[in-house]
């Protein structure tokens, strides 16, 4: 059974930073990609940033250059480093995984809200 668990969300003072991690129960080996989605209320939920078990990113316009996807195959972790935070990342994060080439996978955790707000 795959189980996933954030952590590391927060509120932070717009411009700053938060990194969020993803831990994966077993190895991320099995995951051919892995990523993270937000969810803000009232709107849709949207692919924020994805990585393959090759190391391809992928990352949705409106956080190229200030978001940053790796993962720590050692520690079965995906990390998302968050930096120049604005007050519209606020939102529900999730992270996701699966075994297929699709994202988001078939596999969520159980998400960890990010609030930027001064």
């Known amino acids: 059974q795959v189980q996933l668990a954030e952590s590391g969300g927060g509120l932070v003072q717009p411009g700053g930073s938060l990194r969020l991690s993803c831990a994966a129960s077993g190895s991320i080996f099995r995951f051919n990609v892995m990523g993270w989605t937000r969810q803000a209320p009232g709107k849709q939920r949207e692919l924020v940033a994805d990585i393959t078990s090759g190391g391809s990113t992928n990352y949705a316009d409106s956080v190229k250059g200030r978001f940053t996807i790796s993962r720590d195959n050692a520690k079965n972790t995906v990390y998302l480093q968050m930096n120049s935070l604005k007050p519209e990342d606020t939102a529900v994060y999730s992270c996701?995984?699966?075994?297929?080439?699709?994202?988001?996978?078939?596999?969520w955790g159980q998400g960890t809200q990010v609030t930027v707000s001064s």
């Open positions: 996701n995984a699966g075994f297929g080439w699709s994202s988001p996978g078939d596999y």
